[in-house]
């Protein structure tokens, strides 16, 4: 188990991957290869490293390709368990589908199409960093790793936190704590990006039963945790360091990006 505790993580992996069509009609996009490892198992080394022991997969049904390559985890140290999510509901759906997986315990959730290394010289992996941190009662944990941008060079589809501090001169950013007046204040120079990684306790699951669907249809977690910032609980931002290296896959560009640069 980690030194924080944390033993379980819930991975997101149900996406379509309509962005990388054609192949993702036959391949799932969380199974393209980077350096020689699918953009899963990086993820999953990841969770090991980090002291994760459980893992449950949030998968679709046209994703029988992941649990064929990883089955049981015994081979990685880690226990794999698989659950299927069809209805299309939004990534707040896998969250709910793992609520009795959970076992009312703080957990780990990671979204399976970002790929993140650390810098070479950094004692810890940012997912570490962000589980080691300090947390509150388990009821009230609520955490989140973070890119922090420039404000006008922000990536299309990255979901936005709020204003940074400026970086340091070495480019480092501090932890960031988010209440009822400070989230997703609209202009500032720097931002949090959340960058797929979050610890999060059970308040998760009620909050978003308490939350609407967006005009598509679907659930998000982003909502849930904006509720219950607004009833006068916190978020923890942990930004990844300078040279940190965070890849979100869900493009070809991205992905030729990371093939580039992680082979080297």
């Known amino acids: 188990m980690s030194r924080a505790g944390i033993a379980r993580a819930v991975v997101a ?17 969380e199974m393209l290869p980077v350096a020689r490892k699918p953009i899963l198992e990086h993820l999953v080394l990841e969770l090991r490293d980090a002291g994760i022991d459980s893992v449950l997969f949030v998968i679709s049904s046209t994703k029988g390709q992941i649990p064929a390559y990883f089955g049981s985890g015994e081979r990685y140290g880690l226990d794999f368990s698989y659950r299927v999510q069809d209805d299309g509901a939004g990534p707040g759906a896998p969250v709910l589908d793992a609520e009795a997986w959970t076992q009312g315990e703080p957990f780990v959730l990671a979204f399976g199409d970002n790929v993140i290394r650390p ?3 950094s004692p ?15 009821q009230e944990v609520c955490s989140v790793l973070t890119a922090v941008l420039p404000s006008h060079q922000v990536p299309p589809h990255e979901t936005l936190l709020g204003a940074a501090p400026t970086p340091r001169a070495d480019g480092r950013s501090y932890d960031s704590v988010f209440g009822k007046d400070q989230l997703d204040l ?23 039963r308490q939350c609407l669907r967006r005009d598509n249809g679907e659930l998000y977690l ?33 992905y030729e990006d990371a093939a580039a640069i992680l082979r080297s």
Request: charge should be positive.
């Open 13 to 29: 992996a149900g996406g379509a991957g309509t962005k990388m069509d054609p192949i993702t009609r036959v391949l799932p996009k």
């Open 119 to 121: 810098a070479a010289s």
């Open 124 to 138: 810890e992996t940012p997912l570490r960093r962000l589980m080691n941190g300090p947390t509150a009662e388990a």
């Open 186 to 208: 609209a202009v500032a120079p720097w931002v949090h990006a959340c960058a797929a990684r979050w610890v999060l306790s059970p308040f998760v699951f009620e909050a978003l």
């Open 222 to 254: 982003i909502d849930a945790v904006r509720h219950w910032i607004s009833v006068g609980h916190q978020l923890r931002t942990v930004p990844l360091l300078p040279n940190d290296i965070r890849f979100n896959l869900d493009n070809w560009r991205a």
